[in-house]
């Protein structure tokens, strides 16, 4: 197959694509089910061309760092044109923006100190994230308490749109990506969201 799959077509031989939840910096996203596990992902097909051994690279270091607080890359692959595939997570919880407005600043504090800790973990292996925004983060509320994840880690660096990945939230300085403008950014999510935390 020379594109991206219609709805209910095969990408890489074991992700069905459900539907097309919308665009992406790095190409429109798919939600799809992992036919080996039964599990939910989210498939993006980047648009820009990218060098296959760079690409793999890439992909194997964002595969690699694993936190609580962080979900990455899965799985990647190419299509018979020559695009690369992108499988991440698909988040549970509700978005950022939904949960942060209604949220005590002591349970603020503690999901931005999670996600902080995830950041640190990600830049201590080499990798910075270059898109924080509030569509990028989810929050989960179990019954074993409040549960943060980052998403679209490392697609920033599979992109050559990376520039637009943050958008109103990133750093001035604009890029490259730093471990700064990554927190930069995080701490200007939380302050748009809600006036009950300080400044940055």
Known sequence: MN?????????????????????????????????????????YVVDAPIERRRFQREAR?????????????????????????????RPAGVPLARWL????????????GALLAGLTHAHAAGLVHGGIRPGAIYIDVTADGVRPTLHELGLARLSAKAEGLSGEFAAPEGPPWTAATDRYALARTFRRLSAELPPP
Not at 101 to 112: E, I, T, Y
């Open 101 to 112: 407005p209604g949220a005590s600043a002591d349970d603020a504090r503690d999901v931005l």
């Open 61 to 89: 270091l964002i595969a690699q760092v694993r936190h609580p607080a962080l979900s990455g890359v899965i799985d990647h692959g190419a299509l018979p044109d020559g695009r690369a595939v992108v499988v991440c997570e």
């Open 3 to 43: 594109g991206p799959a219609p709805t209910g077509g095969i990408l890489l031989g074991k992700y069905r694509i459900e539907r097309i939840v919308g665009d992406h910096a790095v190409g429109v996203v798919r939600t799809g089910l992992d036919l080996r596990f039964d599990r939910p992902v989210l498939l």
